[in-house]
């Protein structure tokens, strides 16, 4: 089973790449972790924000394979523990499936990636910084993972 990041965004700053790629090393040979960035819609003074919303789901429509499992973070979707995101992690490896994990652009993703996925996840009702974001999805996969294989990591 593979985990991808569909995210929004690149040339993120060198904090963000140290502190995802701390975690994607951690985590098994048989479940990786990869961050797969998805190049923003443009966005300017005069800028039509739906045509850019749509351009990033355009975009992120043509990673996601057919025969995957699709998260869709989303400030409307449901709140999980690690608990239960272990408990996710679990069934998700249990189906063999791969799992993409979708971030949108600052204004959020199109509701094609919506409507495509399994669950919506929003990680907090707090406003994030998509670039923390990515950290903070990196750190709580590989949280989930010790929790389901025991490891203290997890107290």
């Not at 975690?23 to 800028?47: C, L, Q, S, T």
Request: hydrophobic fraction near 45%; avoid cysteine.
């Amino acid at each position: 089973m593979k985990i991808r990041l569909l995210a929004v965004g690149t040339r993120m700053p060198a904090w963000v790449e140290t502190g995802v790629d701390e975690y994607r090393k951690r985590m098994p040979r048989e479940m990786p972790f990869e961050v797969v960035e998805i190049p923003a819609g443009a966005r300017g003074k005069n800028a039509d924000i739906a045509r850019a919303i749509q351009a990033e789901g355009d975009r992120m429509l043509e990673k996601i394979r057919d025969q995957e499992l699709v998260i869709a973070l989303e400030v409307r979707g449901a709140v999980w523990s690690t608990e239960t995101l272990a408990d996710r992690l679990g069934d998700w490896r249990q189906s063999g499936q791969d799992v993409v994990l979708a971030v949108g652009g600052p204004d959020g993703l199109d509701s094609r990636i919506v409507k495509r996925a399994q669950a919506r996840w929003s990680l907090s009702a707090l406003t994030l910084p998509h670039p923390l974001v990515r950290v903070l999805l990196a750190e709580q996969v590989y949280r989930a993972w010790t929790l389901l294989v025991g490891h203290p990591y997890h107290r």
